[in-house]
């Protein structure tokens, strides 16, 4: 009988596998960047060999998160802010699962930065897409965490007086042993980026530069872009933190002055997940908790085993 | 009121090792075949602050602390003693011995520590004792404490000295002792506590007339929590994941389910705050885990938005809200029923929750499995309500009531085999979320399964899980989704026994309705009564939602009146049964009380007697609000 035999299948899984056959709402403008995330996500997954049903996609709200609409595996569509405990608490319950977090630059470095800056700190090993348009899409067009100073809507009619959120500084400070920039308009690096993040052993923080063609129609579309890692002019070690930091720093500068840089920014291949780390201090069983629930022969233990304590 | 029953009553400041202490004088007592209560006041600081435990100990099962108390044994105020420091420990017109001599019976013991008190500083000491013919015993205690070991020993030396003055035997005691510590620390505090019992052997006349009462238990006890009862009712249905956030007094269940859970190969995670811990939560059960979370009003107040998730995505999902006197920060360690309404109502929409409060630490084992069974058939979320003082009060309990089988089982969640043959749509979509489906449940499948993909959103979703406002769409999903509660009725109905407690006379006049931990004053109070002739008998709810209608129309239809008895300012209670039940709000009026304290069955009795005969005010901090109309 089977009753419970998730994942780490190697077999070779099309792109289109992931697209669902019906049609979803159409909640996504066009020209909208968010289509770039999609195909590069679709990429990475079938160039991993994928099972749709061993993905776990979980979503906050906003644009952003209708990606589960569009994507075909499990998915958890769920509340503001929120995609990031639950989708490792999923992981840690399942490890088996491949955890993915979507969301928007409101959605995780707004209402989720709690759970941003702890999520990376912990080291969970799952992947996290912030979707960047710098703007609110779906509640149209207010500023959001990394919307320019100055940027102007129908509730900051005189501009907005607060400096950007620094993603990638962001990241790095809380703990993200993965980091990395890409952006719509460069769907190799992108697809290529998720692949490294999906495969890296711990929090993967993928910034992804995505235009609104809606709302923030002043926002650089990114292009030209430059890659770090291809340019001449750029030479840092993405495995030393304190280089990694001096370069996102000038990258984060340069994308408001109008110079738009992606590419790997930092990887900690040493770090151990949080998993690992609980593991060795006998706080985390080896075994994906689900798969006792199936288990006849598991012997659960009972309560009045603990009363002696008691009496 | 027990007749033959000690209540025994140590004070002093928080440090002092009131707590401690008492844990180990309640478990003498149990182990000598005793059954014990239970009650502890504490404030919300680390050292200093005035602080004290009951123990009511009787041959007779004790199910509340009873009225006033027979011992006090008092360590001094060391924390008004802290002079020499900036910081200032307490409040310094607060002190053990003068706070907590209101409720001592006439004829009742003070040991008191004459090495830190001086009783002419007490207001009217003498004069007082001797109007109530106290006894009183001055020891100094601190001196024993320092000549055989160390000053903190002082409530070694006290439970010595109080045990010589009631005919305690020391044997279960010293076990303890033994059991807790080793070494030089265990010698000095044995030299301590015999020391301190020969002391007063030789010094007083020990004579006292009060001892400890002589019993036998009819099966093993326990001494337990309301916060154990949940966590092993949790455990024994398989829940292996929680997650939460410090908070008194859910902290209690926090702090046992962390431990017990690590040794056990579960996972508890400690994380940022309290909308992380509901949504973590969630995500465990999404996966497979059977889970939990939990918290106090202003945490729980976080949850409110993964709660209305859960119900949205059908997410099975245990809550515990441990109540204390709120709003806001309120008086953390105080208790208080007033978090009713934000449990049933909080979170946008139209709410598919369960809510049990349970009533003593069985009945909290027993729900939480029962929260815990239904949440994972009918894949809703379930609140266990109860309180601060349910979650801190310790009494003995027969273990055999926790001598049952684990029940891992995930309800309705598939098998791959099944999934295989559960419905799909033409483009092979699994169907999650069903119109027309037996007892409105529509089986789930779990992330990793073979054929089961769905989509779990907090939007309205057609039966594969996709969004959707199609209006007929939404309105089958909206009636499924609520009439999984008249289902879950149904099966509550079905059980053998309610989770209901009924007391008192047949043919009674007046019936006292109340709910969760506040059932123990009321039996007692009813039961008190009852043997007096009073035509009064009384109902304990446990089942809040879906609200047991006909239970209680049964029982307030029984009646010429009904009292309702909360700890509440609003009478939230009354207000959903009257809700619930859109009638009888003549016949209906409450008894409530908001001062941070539990009811004692003393109180509970005035007012009704008040009800039955007419009469003034009560005399107790409580308040009387009459019936509509009247």
């Known amino acids: ?311 | 009121m027990t007749t033959d029953e000690l209540i025994w009553r140590i004070s002093g400041g928080s440090g002092d090792g009131v707590d401690s202490t008492s844990q180990n004088f309640t478990k003498a007592l149990m182990r000598s075949g005793l059954h014990v209560f239970t009650h502890r006041h504490y404030p919300s600081r680390i050292r200093g602050g005035h602080t004290y435990v009951e123990v009511r100990a009787s041959a007779e099962p004790v199910a509340s602390r009873g009225d006033g108390f027979n011992v006090l044994l008092t360590l001094g105020d060391s924390f008004a003693r802290n002079t020499d420091e900036d910081a200032v420990y307490g409040n310094e017109a607060i002190k053990p011995l003068s706070e907590n001599l209101d409720e001592l019976r006439d004829g009742g013991i003070i040991v008191f520590d004459s090495g830190q008190v001086d009783i002419e500083e007490v207001p009217n000491f003498e004069e007082r004792a001797e109007e109530h013919d106290w006894q009183v015993f001055p020891v100094d205690l601190r001196g024993i404490a320092k000549e055989h070991g160390r000053e903190i020993m002082r409530n070694t030396a006290g439970v010595g000295a109080t045990a010589a003055l009631i005919d305690m035997d020391l044997d279960p005691v010293e076990d303890l002792m033994a059991e807790a510590m080793s070494g030089d620390i265990l010698e000095a505090n044995l030299d301590v506590l015999e020391d301190a019992h020969d002391h007063v052997t030789e010094e007083f006349d020990t004579d006292t007339g009060l001892s400890v009462p002589q019993g036998e238990h009819d099966e093993e006890q326990v001494l337990l929590s309301g916060s154990h009862g949940i966590s092993y009712g949790a455990i024994d249905e398989g829940c292996r994941f929680i997650s939460g956030y410090p908070m008194t007094p859910w902290t209690d269940v926090f702090t046992i389910m962390s431990q017990e859970l690590e040794e056990m190969g579960g996972i508890a995670e400690q994380v940022e705050d309290e909308i992380a811990a509901a949504a973590a939560a969630i995500g465990a059960s999404h996966a497979g885990a059977k889970a939990m979370s939990g918290s106090s009003g202003g945490g729980f107040a976080l949850m409110s938005e993964p709660l209305g998730l859960a119900e949205m995505t059908e997410t099975p999902l245990v809550l515990v809200e441990s109540m204390r006197a709120g709003p806001s920060t309120g008086m953390p360690t105080k208790t208080e029923q007033a978090d009713l309404e934000h449990v049933l109502y909080t979170s946008q929409g139209d709410h598919s929750r369960l809510a049990f409060a349970p009533g003593d630490p069985v009945e909290a084992y027993e729900q939480t499995r029962k929260a815990f069974e239904l949440a994972w058939k009918y894949q809703m979320p379930a609140i266990v309500i109860y309180d601060s003082k349910l979650a801190g009060e310790y009494r003995s309990v027969p273990k055999s009531a926790f001598d049952q089988e684990p029940n891992p089982d995930l309800g309705s969640t598939l098998t791959e085999d099944e999934l295989a043959d559960a419905p799909h749509d033409d483009t092979g979509r699994f169907q999650r979320f069903q119109h027309d489906v037996e007892d409105d449940v529509s089986p789930r499948s779990l992330p990793g399964q073979e054929n089961g993909r769905f989509l779990a959103t907090g939007n309205e979703h057609w039966p594969n899980g996709q969004i959707a406002e199609d209006t007929t769409n939404r309105v089958n999903q909206v009636d499924r989704r609520l009439g999984k509660l008249s289902s879950v009725r149904d099966d509550l109905n079905a059980m053998e026994e309610s989770f209901q407690s009924h007391w008192g006379t047949e043919d009674a006049e007046i019936g006292v309705l109340t709910w969760g931990s506040t059932q123990d004053s009321v039996e007692e109070a009813v039961e008190n009564l009852a043997a007096t002739g009073r035509p009064v008998a009384g109902l304990g709810v446990s089942e809040i939602a879906p609200f047991p209608e006909a239970e209680i129309v049964e029982f307030v239809e029984s009646v010429d009146e009904v009292m309702i008895v909360e700890m509440n300012a609003s009478a939230q209670f009354r207000g959903l049964l009257q809700k619930e039940l859109g009638a009888y709000g003549q016949k209906i009026s409450s008894l409530l009380k908001y001062n941070g304290e539990p009811f004692r069955a003393g109180e509970i009795e005035e007012a009704i007697e008040i009800e039955l005969n007419g009469g003034g005010e009560p005399t107790a901090q409580v308040t009387l609000r009459p019936a509509t109309g009247d």
């Open chain 1, 1 to 311: 009988m089977t009753a419970f035999n998730a994942t780490g299948s190697e077999s070779d899984v099309e792109r289109d596998e992931y697209t669902p056959e019906i049609e979803p709402q159409a909640t996504w403008c066009p020209g909208c960047g968010d289509f770039a995330v999609l195909k590069a996500l679709k990429g990475a997954l079938a160039e991993l060999g994928k099972d749709p049903e061993e993905i776990l996609l979980v979503s906050g709200i906003g644009c952003s998160s209708k990606i589960n609409s569009y994507f075909d595996s499990y998915g958890f569509h769920s509340i503001h802010g929120r995609p990031l405990p639950i989708a490792r608490s999923a992981n840690l319950a399942n490890p088996d699962l491949e955890v993915v977090a979507a969301g928007g630059d409101g959605d995780g470095y707004g209402i989720g930065g709690n759970h941003f800056t702890h999520s990376a700190r912990e080291n969970h090993d799952m992947t996290y897409i912030v979707f960047n348009n710098e703007v609110f899409g779906l509640t149209k067009g207010q500023s959001s965490p990394t919307s320019p100073k100055g940027h102007t809507s129908k509730t900051q009619k005189k501009g907005v007086a607060k400096d950007p959120v620094r993603p990638l500084s962001l990241g790095l400070s809380a703990g993200a042993s993965y980091i990395a920039r890409t952006a719509a308009v460069n769907p190799r690096q992108a697809q290529d980026i998720l692949v490294e993040a999906i495969q890296h052993d711990g929090f993967s923080h993928v910034d992804f530069l995505t235009q609104c063609p809606t709302w923030n129609k002043d926002a650089r579309q990114y292009v030209p872009y430059v890659d770090v890692q291809d340019s001449e002019d750029y030479d840092f070690d993405i495995t030393d933190r304190g280089e990694a930091f001096e370069m996102m720093y000038e990258t984060e500068n340069a994308l408001y002055e109008g110079t738009v840089l992606t590419g790997r920014y930092y990887r900690d291949e040493e770090r151990r997940t949080y998993r690992e780390e609980k593991q060795m201090r006998g706080e985390m069983p080896d075994d994906p908790l689900v798969e006792r629930y199936f288990d006849e022969d598991y012997e659960w233990e009972r309560s009045y085993d603990l009363l002696d304590r008691h009496a």
